[in-house]
T-cell receptor
Framework: KNEVEQSPQNLTAQEGEFITINCSYS?????LHWLQQHPGGGIVSLFM???GKKKHGRLIATINIQEKHSSLHITASHPRDSAVYIC????????????FGKGTHLIIQP | ETGVTQSPTHLIKTRGQQVTLRCSSQ?????VSWYQQALGQGPQFIFQ???????GRGNFPPRFSGLQFPNYSSELNVNALELDDSALYLC????????????FGPGTRLTVL
């Protein structure tokens, strides 16, 4: 069973700061997702990674398959980035769904 | 917008009752996964339906059951509700079981009193 750990659990930062959220997992995966969840519940998929690095606007996601570790970075953070960021792993078993971390609650203060 | 909708948005039930939650998948997506997210926790996989058949299941008891229909809609049914069933229930649709490309709905918040 894959264990997905995120850190930190909570993060408060000032607008403009560079943010890093970390995710570690225990067994090999075929894909890793970074998801954003706003108050009220809706989940938006930010990235899906199987290797390397992806960038979308101010968001950057990296993954190190050997170290079983991924990071999500936010540059020039803004209060609208305040949300819960969740890491989720797919172990490639087909119909076993995703295994989620508990999430990182990010607050960006103006 | 992901094209995945869920209803109702919120629901309050009492212990022992039965509940049906609904999900309308993105058009063309033949796979739907359901997740339970307790307060302060990450979502937990309940089960997946592919072409109207259950295709995989997480660690949830049989009182959690589902249906998927040809029009890409699906249902999650929970019988004999327990207090611990209070959670946000999320559905996610994808094509041909490709769990690595899922589109999530906004969720249904279930409260069991």
């Amino acid at each position: 069973k894959n264990e997905v750990e995120q850190s930190p659990q909570n993060l408060t930062a000032q607008e403009g700061e560079f943010i890093t959220i970390n995710c570690s997992y225990s067994v090999g995966i075929s894909a890793l997702h970074w998801l954003q969840q706003h108050p009220g519940g809706g989940i938006v998929s930010l990235f899906m990674l199987s290797s390397g690095k992806k960038k979308h606007g101010r968001l950057i996601a990296t993954i190190n398959i050997q170290e079983k570790h991924s990071s999500l970075h936010i540059t020039a953070s803004h209060p609208r980035d305040s949300a819960v960021y969740i890491c989720a792993c797919h172990s490639g078993g087909g119909a076993d769904g995703l295994t989620f971390g508990k999430g990182t609650h990010l607050i960006i203060q103006p | 917008e992901t094209g995945v909708t869920q209803s109702p948005t919120h629901l309050i039930k009492t212990r022992g009752q039965q509940v049906t939650l609904r999900c309308s998948s993105q058009s063309g997506h033949n796979t739907v996964s359901w997740y339970q997210q307790a307060l302060g926790q990450g979502p937990q996989f309940i089960f997946q339906y592919y072409r109207e058949e259950e295709n995989g299941r997480g660690n949830f008891p049989p009182r959690f059951s589902g249906l998927q229909f040809p029009n890409y809609s699906s249902e999650l049914n929970v019988n004999a509700l327990e207090l611990d069933d209070s959670a946000l229930y999320l559905c996610a649709s994808s094509w041909d079981g490709q769990v690595d490309t899922q589109y999530f709905g906004p969720g249904t918040r279930l409260t069991v009193l």
